[in-house]
């Protein structure tokens, strides 16, 4: 107490008694205040005097050897003394077991360290990184390793810990890490680019990497990671949170990680460390020392109380629960009793299966788990690495017998490719009942605080992926597609290979386990059952199959199907259009100009090249007269949805291309936005279907621009990446990195053709796509810059605000500052500027108006922080913009005063739409409006009555985009949602 200087401590005040009790030998207690909201009572501590024939060793500075001052407990004789000598108590997170509350002594931690800091050889030059969140037990060796040795202890941001671009950049550039205590997965999450390049690099500066908490990579997972010129000491350690931390440790020697493919499959759990006892049983009890068994741990003094134990006897040996396989008195770790799983009547060992799929060249990185009881998933992020094939553990006659072709094997393959590949390549290297029934493809693995996989976010996300196509039962062309996409991945057969209506299951390469798996994945994408299922496939056609399916589903046969009359084009044909497309892009006589115009949220409407257009920007003068302007009743209804992943925070961008005559509906609109879940998609407007989707660096947050010339889509990445995809087909046409995340939404000068983007390092970039280039760059004065660049095109002036507070006005050519403002609070807001004026929200809750040569022309104060972007109406005359307090404010953009406010039902974040009233029969303006209780709101222009509402299942954090009679939006549900606008006549 005296060396931390604690002084007031707060106490549950039920075991009040208890703990005055506890002390009333060592330290006065006295009640300052009571809590009765949080049940606490805060109270004064201060120490007695000790007399000297009192104290203990452990209070007279006694030392161990080379202890450095950290001083070992004497041993407990009971119960009392068990109690006090307590090092700290922790909760288990129960991902590997039953959660357990563990009480630990010093005596059972302390060797640890010991060891450990001689094993590492630690000194006062090391810096150490806190991986892990105090409540997980590694965390105590992290802190204590440095304090011990007047090393430097890195303590870091968690959400830091979630982008690996910049963690890395922290630890190895910035802080020169030199010992790090990771679990394998959290490993992983840096990527086989960055652990070569940064991580273990020729000349990292990690001098120790110890990997715990999960199964050790194979060494040749090890060694694909790390640089054949890096010379960074690799640990496996091993232990169980019952018995306070590691227990084991074996250090891979240089030998085997220079092994690659011909070295064994899996890495030593070691020897034990310091006063620690291994022991392994089998299921009687009895010690194996060849062969397999379960691992006890324990020791003389390693012992520590569980849950309501009072007391345990020296020597006490705990169950890990960890199956291993003792050969030449080395042991193996198979994993848990749950990972050894009979199927098909045979073992199947899913660490086993896990590690061989990381072990594949286009795989990051897997988890694999067993649903259901019957059913193997493997969970699989795609390598994003040039060199894929460096790491492959097929041989050269398995390499020549694998029929799926090269052009297959290379980044950006398209997911039924990978996951065809990675089937096949399964199926030469394990028996049939190893073999996964399903991969299901993900960006990222999710982990647990604790730095381990997260299998039950992981299950949500495939049960998300069956839902989506449970959904294809409402539609035959959808249904027989999803049934010849399935029949392909049982038989792992390419893409593009024949399934006609005469092709036989077992004739085709099938054989009893691939025709249960298909029964399985058939009945669970149609939600329904089939007696007949399994033998129609067994013994019948591709077309007596489906027959079977559309019963099941209780369908009406393709023939009686009702055709589509909303819908003037199918599912599947983007994909035969877009080669017609790039063609006539490329063919385009020079001089023509593409027709086209870009829709994005604050209701800005980007026209370029299209003579046929009746919708212009500056065309929609609202009259402010009081007539009339009733139209029918609107109404809202769910026109589709599309799963993104994960929660979607970005707004849409919609493209809407022209086609050449005006008379024509050749036209095509589709939709980009991002997600969380790293992914970008490009949806058909008309029904939703996926054009395409790419899945970048890192969590999307911001929204996308459209280049100039209509061909690219720009977006920001977490990863600190700008992305220019191709429009049509989604791939990559140039990449360009900034220094940190970026969420910022992309401006694009009309002029010149430059993208305009800012970035959490505080820069503004110019980016010429054309050539590929930064063309210039602006520090904007301290702060990130999360909002996004607003140009004014004719007075040729861009606007750029910072979380320092700075908004600047700077020519949009060359960089140049023009003038600048300081406020004192963040802008989170986006300006926006049209006839000489820019406004902008503040976190102070004031909308701010000012002119273009930076004078403030005046604010209009709310009652909450101001994260909404202003949106002017067409006629240039009124500012709306939302607030926190829940309300949308409508005001003049001449002198700020109020016209009308709507009060919403939750809180608006994003920015409000405004769009032309005369696509549902309505003279003037009409806004849309998103709350984050999950509303979307359209209301009357003119005087903000609402017209019409709809809750949509989640947060809404993303601003509505309106395209004639289409709404729409990204939702915190992780889904995306189009909503009609509907008109029925009043009576």
């Not at 690996?164 to 950049?169: A, D, K, N």
């Not at 013994?539 to 055709?563: K, N, Q, Y």
């Not at 001449?894 to 809180?907: E, M």
Request: charged share 20%; proline share 6%; with cysteine.
């Amino acid at each position: 107490m005296n060396q931390c200087g604690l002084e007031y401590c707060a106490v549950k005040t039920d075991v009040l008694q208890r703990f005055q009790a506890a002390l009333v030998e060592h330290a006065s207690v006295e009640v300052c205040a009571t809590l009765p909201k949080f049940k606490l009572t805060l109270v004064r501590l201060e120490l007695l005097p000790v007399a000297e024939h009192q104290r203990g060793p452990e209070q007279t500075g006694a030392q161990t050897a080379g202890g450095a001052g950290l001083r070992r407990d004497p041993a407990a004789g009971s119960k009392e003394a068990g109690l006090r000598d307590l090092a700290y108590v922790l909760h288990t997170s129960g991902t590997t077991g039953l959660p357990k509350i563990v009480r630990v002594p010093h005596k059972c931690i302390l060797p640890n360290i010991l060891h450990l800091r001689s094993l590492f050889q630690m000194s006062a030059d090391d810096v150490v990184l806190l991986a892990s969140p105090l409540t997980f037990d590694p965390s105590v060796v992290d802190m204590f390793l440095a304090l011990s040795s007047g090393a430097q202890l890195l303590i870091i941001p968690t959400v830091i810990k979630k982008t690996p671009g910049r963690l890395s950049r922290l630890l190895f550039r910035d802080n020169k890490t030199t010992v790090l205590q990771v679990t394998p997965t959290l490993l992983g999450r840096f990527g086989r680019r960055v652990l070569r390049q940064e991580v273990l690099s020729p000349g990292s500066s990690l001098r120790v990497l110890a990997l715990g908490g999960e199964a050790c990579p194979s060494p040749a997972l090890l060694s694909s990671w790390r640089h054949e010129d890096n010379r960074t000491h690799i640990y496996n350690v091993y232990g169980i949170t019952e018995v306070s931390c590691w227990a084991c440790s074996y250090k891979i020697p240089e030998s085997l990680l220079r092994a690659g493919h011909i070295s064994p499959s899996s890495v030593p759990l070691g020897t034990p460390l310091m006063d620690t006892t291994v022991e392994v049983r089998d299921e009687h009890g009895r010690v194996v020392t060849e062969g397999e068994g379960q691992v006890f741990i324990g020791g003389e003094d390693r012992v520590c109380l569980l849950d309501d134990e009072e007391a345990a006897a020296p020597g006490t040996m705990r169950a890990s629960g960890d199956w291993v396989d003792v050969k030449d008195e080395q042991m193996f770790y198979l994993g848990r009793r749950d990972r050894l799983v009979k199927r098909h009547g045979k073992r199947v060992n899913l660490e086993s299966v896990q590690q061989l799929i990381c072990s594949l060249p286009q795989v990051e990185a897997c988890a694999v788990c067993l649903h259901g009881g019957f059913r193997l998933l493997a969970f699989v992020v795609a390598s994003t690495s040039g060199d894929q094939r460096a790491a492959s553990p097929l041989t050269p006659a398995q390499e020549r017998a694998d029929p799926v072709p090269a052009e297959h094997r290379r980044a950006g393959e398209t997911d039924g490719d990978l996951s065809r590949l990675v089937l096949n390549r399964l199926s030469l290297l394990l028996p049939s009942h190893s073999v996964p029934d399903t991969l299901v493809l993900v960006p990222a693995l999710c982990l647990t605080p604790h730095g381990k996989v997260d299998m039950e976010t992981l299950m949500k996300t495939y049960q998300t992926q069956r839902r989506s196509l449970e959904s294809s039962r409402l539609d035959f062309t959808k249904l027989k597609r999803t049934l010849r996409s399935l029949w392909q991945e049982t038989l792992a057969l390419p893409e593009d290979a024949a399934v006609d209506e005469a092709s036989n299951f077992l004739l085709s390469g099938g054989d009893s386990l691939k025709a249960l798996r298909l029964h399985e994945d058939i009945l669970a994408a149609v939600g329904a059952t089939s007696p007949e299922l399994l033998e129609a496939i067994l013994d019948g056609t591709f077309s007596d199959v489906l027959r079977h399916v559309e019963r099941a589903a209780l369908m009406p046969p393709p023939e009686s199907s009702p055709p589509p009359t909303t819908v003037k084009r199918h599912a599947d044909e983007p994909s035969a259009v877009l080669p017609k497309r790039e063609r006539t892009s490329a063919g385009r006589p020079r001089g023509e100009t593409p027709a086209f115009k870009v829709l994005r949220r604050a209701g800005e409407v980007i026209e370029i090249g299209n003579p046929h257009s009746d919708f212009q920007a500056d065309a929609l003068g609202e009259k402010e007269s009081g007539e009339e302007r009733r139209g029918g009743v609107l109404g809202l209804d769910l026109s589709w949805s599309s799963d993104a992943g994960r929660c979607v925070d970005a707004s849409p961008v919609l493209l809407v291309q022209h086609g050449t005559d005006p008379k024509s509906d050749g036209g095509k609109t589709t939709v980009f936005i991002g997600s969380h879940s790293h992914r970008i998609q490009a949806l058909d407007l008309t029904d939703g279907s996926l054009v395409w989707e790419r899945v970048l660096g890192d969590r999307i947050e911001a929204s996308a621009a459209v280049s100039r010339c209509g061909s690219l889509v720009v977006i920001g990445c977490y990863d600190g990446c700008v992305y220019f995809l191709c429009a049509a087909s989604g791939t990559t046409r140039w990449t360009f990195e900034t220094g940190d995340a970026v969420k910022s939404c992309p401006a694009v000068d009309p002029l010149t053709g430059l993208v305009i983007v800012g970035s959490h390092d505080g820069h503004v970039y110019a980016l010429d796509p054309k050539v590929e280039q930064c063309v210039w760059r602006r520090h904007c004065g301290g702060g990130a810059v999360f909002s996004s660049p607003c140009l004014h095109p004719s007075l040729r002036q861009l606007y750029a605000a910072s979380l320092g507070g700075h908004l600047l006005c700077l020519n949009p050519e060359s960089g140049e500052v023009l003038w600048s403002y300081r406020r004192d609070v963040p802008f989170f807001s986006s300006p926006n500027a049209s006839s000489g004026l820019v406004a902008i929200g503040s976190v102070d809750g004031n909308i701010c108006c000012f002119s273009s040569t930076g004078t403030l022309v005046w604010q209009f104060l709310t009652k909450g922080p101001v994260f909404s972007s202003p949106c002017v109406t067409p006629d240039q005359q009124r500012v709306l913009c939302g607030s926190h307090d829940g309300r949308l404010y409508c005001l003049s953009r001449i002198d700020g005063s109020l016209v009308w406010t709507f009060q919403t039902t939750g809180k608006v974040y994003s920015s409000p739409c405004v769009f032309d009233g005369s696509v549902v029969g309505r003279r003037g303006t009409l806004v849309a409006l998103a709350s984050t209780d999950g509303t979307v709101w359209i209301l009357d222009g003119h005087d903000g009555r609402t017209l019409a509402s709809f809750r949509l299942p989640g947060e809404l954090f993303s601003s509505p985009v309106v395209h004639e009679r289409s709404l729409v939006v990204g939702c915190r549900n992780d889904y995306v949602y189009c909503l009609n606008l509907t008109v029925k006549e009043e009576t």
